[in-house]
């Protein structure tokens, strides 16, 4: 009788206490591993967001500085701008380019010869450069510039510097007085060319460098020529 009650004696109370504590301690490990699985799959898709929208504003910029055009841009307020200006505070960069798209022109108005200003400024308070463009080199009014759209967000600052014959890598954008067209060919009379002959600058720089510092990434190069 004794050792059958032996037989069928349960769990003692320390070792109940120990099952409970071993079950325990595979759950918290298993809520661990969970928890760091999730943890590392939103710090991929940050990520991935992050690299996407890196390449599309470099693809951008990149394209934008491609298309530059040595003519000069004269603002709605008067005056004129080198076809590459940086601002006073170096959060501005500008440029005249030409060959980018664009929507057909409404009713009435001139198609334009296809040259625009681009402008990329970084907006210090958000960390992200903004762009916006004017469809024409010589705009009547400050309404006809697009609203800004922000790109690479997490810049923190921006660098720039050009390359010159004879003077090598200068600090942001160094140029002189906008020189004399060159003299018309028989083969640029189709009108183009005529109109822009009192705009015409050929001081732009052989390359230049831009440098975005972008939180996580550091220092970001990009490195165009322009000749």
Do not use: C, K
Not at 44 to 52: D, I, P, V, Y
Request: hydrophobic share 40%; no cysteine.
């Amino acid at each position: 009788m004794r050792q059958n009650q032996r037989r069928t004696r349960g769990l003692t109370l320390i070792e109940l206490v120990a099952a409970m504590a071993l079950f325990a301690l595979v759950a918290v490990m298993g809520l661990q591993a969970l928890t760091a699985n999730l943890r590392m799959r939103d710090r991929l898709t940050q990520m991935e967001q992050q690299a996407g929208e890196l390449s599309l504003g470099l693809a951008l910029l990149r394209n934008d500085l491609s298309a530059l055009l040595p003519v000069l841009f004269h603002p709605p307020g008067g005056g004129s701008r080198s076809a590459i200006h940086l601002s006073d505070d170096g959060l501005t960069l500008s440029f005249s380019v030409s060959g980018q798209p664009e929507l057909p022109p409404g009713p009435g108005r001139d198609p334009g010869l296809g040259l625009h200003r681009v402008e990329w400024r970084l907006d210090v308070a958000r960390q992200q450069l903004m762009r916006r463009v004017w469809p024409v080199l010589s705009p009547s009014s400050d309404q006809s510039v697009s609203p800004e759209v922000g790109y690479l967000s997490g810049v923190t600052d921006l660098g720039l510097r050009s390359l010159w014959p004879q003077l090598g890598w200068l600090p942001g954008v160094v140029s002189s007085a906008p020189r004399a067209a060159p003299e018309l060919g028989g083969g640029d009379t189709d009108g183009v060319l005529i109109r822009l002959a009192d705009s015409y600058s050929d001081t732009l720089p052989e390359a230049v460098e831009l440098i975005l510092q972008i939180e996580g990434l550091g220092p970001v190069r990009l490195l165009e020529g322009m000749r």
